[in-house]
């Protein structure tokens, strides 16, 4: 839910929210490697060694996830916003169409790479060398 959140912050320009959220991802991963929700669910955000990540590599972790936000809330708009007739939406808004028809595939592939990675990674994930994993007691 907080992702289709930061995703809708984004798309309405609010950059006061985001610098929040950023600030928000990379403190708690980076001093604990999860965030209060990934707690609940005993997830943790660490290297692909099991160590913990640093701020630097949390802060590219959210730079580069904010693309699949940007799709979760562009859908979520959409789907709450879709016309009812799609055919002469696209005749009238093709350029609208063709981004909503990029937030899907833009989504679809986020997806994709976390049925088809080893480690069952996101994108994100996988360009920062980072995974999120159960969290093992210490």
Do not use: C
Not at 44 to 51: L, P
């Amino acid at each position: 839910i907080l992702l289709s959140v930061i995703g809708v912050t984004l798309l309405s320009g609010d950059l006061s929210q985001v610098v929040f959220y950023a600030a928000y991802f990379v403190l708690f991963e980076s001093l604990f490697g999860w965030t209060p929700g990934k707690k609940a669910v005993k997830l943790a955000v660490r290297k692909y060694d099991g160590s913990r990540a640093f701020p630097a590599r949390i802060g590219l972790r959210f730079i580069m996830s904010i693309w699949f936000w940007l799709a979760t809330g562009g859908l979520l708009w959409f789907l709450g916003e879709k016309p009812k007739n799609w055919e002469s939406f696209v005749r009238e808004q093709p350029l609208t169409a063709m981004l909503i028809a990029l937030l899907f595939v833009i989504y679809a592939l986020g997806l994709l790479s976390m049925a088809v990675t080893r480690g069952k990674q996101a994108f994100h994930d996988s360009l920062t060398g980072t995974i999120v994993m159960y969290d093992m007691p210490r």
